[in-house]
């Protein structure tokens, strides 16, 4: 185990981790049986599948943009298509539109 540094420091904040932390690291399929168990790892460990949907919410779609109001959205960060969605909502529903 030697001298290694600490992962988080006094404020808890992660350290930026080193190519021999990386060396280190061992896959969640090896640990986790070590810490949980072998059942609870193996269930913990099993692939999810998501359920149907019961009822479809949204459509799939090919929009052409101008790259400006693109830029803008992607801007704002993560969530810009939904963020997005909402101004097209609003703007439906100020137009009173059937959607």
Known sequence: MGNRL???DEEGEVRELTKEDF???RPASEVLPEILGPEVAAECLKP???GPQKKPRKTSSTIRLDAEILEAFKAMGKGWQARMNDVLKAYVKSRKLKA
């Open 6 to 8: 600490p992962l988080i």
């Open 23 to 25: 060396a280190r690291a």
């Open 48 to 50: 999810r599948l998501r």
